[in-house]
């Protein structure tokens, strides 16, 4: 489930858009889903668990985005994946399945949390991991084996922007939803390292 303030900014990009066809995947309960339909727009969705949504007029089919979406090429003008690239076991397959569902001329609109903050990486530094580490022996007694509550790809901008670009998506815009209070604290060690790397070759 997406927090607090991520689907506001997506709806504030979708605001004043022309009327278009928009998958929202994964779509979770359907509450963006939901919101983009009263503005107007033609949306489908698709989740792992369609079992879980519960927008009514609107249908949820099964999506798996490690596999093959349940949608023909270039049948999207926009597609939202909010909060749910970090859950896959392939976020290769799921950006390239993005960009086979768009028109050539789509949009997708991708959000994730951002792994390359320096409180995360502190974080990375300390523990060597950017999320709490979970042992198996927790994972199969709290999940079973369904993992895709987790955040399995962490994956930072370099590499998202890589496997965009290699797929033929072009950036368009980085923005975030909110600042965090311990940025800001944390903003001279930024600069120290960003001092201390200028000293590379």
């Known amino acids: ?113 951002n792994y390359l903050n320096i409180e995360r990486r502190l974080k990375f530094l300390i523990t060597g991991s950017f999320t709490k580490p979970v042992s198996l022996e927790f994972f199969r007694e709290n999940l079973g084996e369904d993992a895709s509550g987790l955040h399995l790809s962490t994956l930072g901008y370099t590499e998202i922007k890589f496997v965009l670009e290699r797929v033929g998506f072009e950036i368009k815009e980085l923005t975030f939803d909110r600042e965090k209070p311990k940025q800001k604290v944390l903003k001279p060690l930024v600069l120290l390292i960003r001092l201390y790397t200028r000293l590379w070759s």
């Not at 022309?18 to 949306?43: S, T």
């Not at 798996?64 to 003008?77: R, T």
């Open 1 to 113: 489930m997406a927090r607090q303030g991520v689907h506001e900014k997506v709806l504030s990009y979708m605001e004043g858009k022309a009327p278009a066809r928009v998958l929202d995947c994964p779509a979770g309960p359907g509450a963006l889903a939901g919101k983009l339909k009263v503005m107007g727009f033609e949306v489908s969705c698709c989740d792992l668990e369609p079992e879980n949504f519960r927008m009514e007029g609107l249908k949820c089919n099964y999506g798996n985005l490690n596999g093959k979406l349940p949608y023909k090429d270039g049948e999207f003008d926009f597609v939202l994946c909010v909060e749910g690239i970090e859950h896959t076991e392939n976020p290769y397959n799921a950006i390239g399945e993005f960009a086979r569902v768009l028109k050539p001329d789509g949009v997708l609109v991708l959000t994730t949390p």
